[in-house]
């Protein structure tokens, strides 16, 4: 964190601060938010991971304990075992790295071409894939179920199979927005260089434009991998067969068959990845959030 | 569930293929240079238009025909009004509309109070960041089990909280009056990270020199606020606004784990809810197309606010 001086003026004025009931109000109220934030945020996180430790009795005990009285790990190695989350972790993740390298590969290629290449009609599809936002995602279910139930021209049933999650990944407006937001800003003059040296379209892609994107292609990539994460209702439609399911249906579904301890034992091995992303890479997402458009 | 900002007009190609000075060849040369353009977009287009494009065309002819014995036949306003016609639909509008005023009133309030207080700390923010952002990252099976635990009349840890405070067990989820508002809270706690963060980085933006002036002319904190850091953030609020309502409008999951859709005496049953119930229970996938429609035509409105609105911000 910056230090005073360094920081801008905000609603208090540093005057205020700085004198000596300002200072008391500031670390009263500071003290009270950390410990408040902890118990809000973090409190729900031990909880799980402590009670994945219980015993199923002590676990549906009244009231409930704050510290496990006997620490059984076995219950993670259980759940792992039983509910075999290593299977849906490994569908999970197949899913969403096969989702990333779509989006990619085509998002990235449309993108450029739109900005880049600027072919006859290009903003019309722009504007026809912009337009898509407009549409809430939920009322799109219904006939996007019926369509992969029977693709015309291809008459193919992708239920059950991974491009039911994959090839519509890529109808993804906002990422090819992003993207073709941050190519515009790439100067021509880079572009004509390349070209004057005799480099394709596709080698200018490769060797200029995706260098420099590297930031933009984190938080893409990102929001692709949480997207299919967090996904639902869709994967629970479409990959209704419990040894295609992700891990958030597949769990959803064994929910009421195992005990609880075991269960929530579970839910902290599903947490884990995307924790385990977010730490990683905590200034990534975050600035991709707030720099690359308004995604809440 | 997001909408973009949407760029009014992208400057004019330095080198846009039509606008090439008319040479010998140079026909050629375009039409070489738009196939491989469209060579580029054809994997996006071919996706938009099986995925996107003709589930949109076929939401509106889904709406207006009829299934039975495997023929489809045109079913005029039938399906509409038998939507308008069911109980079910007024309930789940009343819910609907109820969890939308209850996650403005929490969902908006809370995080733009969370970021201007952690906007003047300084010490701290960084871990008081990612912690309002954390519950964002987890599965929603894993926060959504999580609150159905804590909400348990019996062993659940909320009931034992308020015993502290001397009030009396709650049914939370289990009773029609208090299972909306569990619902509202739960998804505040999943959801609250993105705003909060997006409010933080509007806050940063005010010019400090604003609240100097303020206080030469004697307001205080709350009249600083007022008048300072609520206009100084109205459109980033009015765009935020406009997306949570369009978001919790289409709210699913959190009421569909919770109390598996429904809920008590149907207290929680949203329209999304319903729109699944006709497709997936029912096979009523006309009836389900007329339910959307109508929730697209209400949303629509907010979004093309939401549009006009974020081009103000880009120019």
Redesign the interface.
């Known amino acids: 964190m910056a230090t005073d001086t360094m920081r801008p003026r905000t609603l208090i004025s540093p005057a205020q601060l700085g004198r000596r009931r300002g200072k008391v109000v500031y670390w009263c109220v500071f003290a009270l938010v950390m410990v408040l934030f902890t118990l809000v945020f973090l409190g729900p996180m031990y909880w799980m991971v402590s009670g994945g430790l219980k015993t199923t009795q002590e676990f549906v005990k009244a009231p409930p304990t704050l510290v496990p009285t006997s620490v059984h790990p076995g219950n993670y190695g259980d759940a792992w075992r039983v509910m075999d989350l290593a299977k849906l972790l490994g569908n999970t993740l197949y899913y969403a790295f096969g989702a990333l390298a779509f989006q990619l590969v085509l998002d990235v290629a449309a993108a450029y071409s739109l900005s880049k290449l600027r072919p006859l009609f290009g903003n019309v599809i722009l504007g026809m894939m912009l337009a898509t936002l407009m549409i809430p995602a939920t009322v799109l279910v219904v006939p996007q179920y019926l369509t992969v139930l029977d693709v015309p021209v291809f008459e193919r049933n992708l239920l059950n199979s991974p491009w039911v999650i994959w090839l519509p990944s890529v109808t993804n407006a906002f990422n090819i927005f992003l993207l073709k937001r941050f190519f515009d800003s790439i100067p021509q003059e880079l572009l004509d260089a390349a070209s004057i040296d005799g480099a394709s379209a596709l080698r200018t892609l490769r060797s200029v434009v995706l260098p420099i994107s590297r930031p933009i292609l984190g938080v893409v990539s990102i929001f692709a991998v949480v997207g299919v994460w967090k996904d639902f209702l869709w994967p629970m439609l479409t990959l209704p067969d419990p040894g295609k399911q992700t891990l958030n249906v597949g769990i959803y579904s064994l929910a009421s068959g195992v005990p609880e301890n075991w269960l929530i034992a579970a839910l902290t091995i599903a947490s884990l990845p995307t924790l385990i992303l977010f730490l990683l890479f905590q200034r990534n997402i975050m600035s991709g959030l707030t720099a690359g458009g308004l995604k809440g | 569930?997001?909408?973009?900002?949407?760029?009014k007009s992208?400057?004019a190609?330095?080198?846009?293929?039509?606008q090439l000075p008319v040479r010998r060849g140079s026909l050629a040369r375009a039409v070489q240079?738009?196939l491989?353009?469209?060579?580029?977009?054809i994997?996006?287009?071919l996706?938009?238009s099986?995925?996107?494009?003709?589930?949109?065309v076929?939401?509106f002819f889904?709406a207006f025909q009829k299934n039975k014995d495997g023929r489809t036949t045109w079913a005029g306003w039938s399906n509409l009004s038998y939507v308008f016609n069911d109980p079910a639909f007024w309930q789940a509008w009343r819910n609907t509309l109820l969890f939308t005023g209850l996650a403005l009133v929490l969902g908006f309030a809370v995080p733009f109070l969370v970021a201007?207080?952690?906007?003047?700390?300084?010490?701290?923010?960084?871990?008081?960041?990612?912690?309002?952002?954390?519950?964002v990252?987890?599965?929603?099976?894993?926060?959504v089990?999580?609150f159905k635990?804590?909400y348990d009349p019996?062993?659940?840890?909320f009931n034992?909280i308020l015993g502290i405070f001397g009030i009396p067990d709650q049914q939370w989820l289990q009773s029609t009056s208090t299972a909306m508002i569990s619902v509202v809270i739960a998804a505040t706690?999943m959801?609250m990270g993105?705003?909060t963060?997006?409010y933080?980085?509007a806050?940063?933006g005010?010019?400090?020199?604003l609240?100097?002036a303020a206080?030469l002319d004697g307001a205080g904190?709350w009249r600083?606020?007022w008048h300072?850091?609520i206009p100084q953030t109205s459109l980033?609020l009015s765009?935020?606004f406009l997306?949570q309502i369009?978001?919790t409008?289409?709210v699913?999951?959190e009421p569909?784990?919770l109390t598996n859709g429904a809920g008590p005496e149907g207290s929680t049953m949203t329209v999304?809810y319903l729109?699944?119930q006709y497709?997936?229970n029912f096979n009523n996938?006309g009836g389900?197309?007329a339910l959307?429609?109508v929730?697209?035509v209400l949303?629509?409105g907010f979004?093309?606010v939401y549009?006009r609105l974020?081009r103000t911000q880009e120019d």
């Open positions: 569930m997001s909408a973009p900002t949407v760029s992208s400057p190609p330095a080198r846009a293929p039509h240079r738009n491989s353009a469209h060579g580029f977009l994997g996006a287009v996706c938009f099986f995925f996107s494009w003709y589930p949109m076929r939401e889904l201007v207080l952690l906007n003047e700390f300084r010490h701290g923010q960084g871990y008081l960041r990612m912690l309002v952002y954390l519950p990252m987890l599965p929603p099976v894993a926060s089990l999580l635990y804590f019996g062993y659940g840890l034992r706690w959801n993105g705003a963060l997006i933080l980085a806050l940063q005010i010019p400090g020199e609240y100097e206080e904190l600083k606020i300072v850091t980033i765009l935020m997306m369009i978001a409008m289409q699913f999951t569909f784990l999304v729109i699944y497709a997936f996938y389900a197309a959307g429609l929730l697209l949303l629509a979004s093309a549009v974020s």
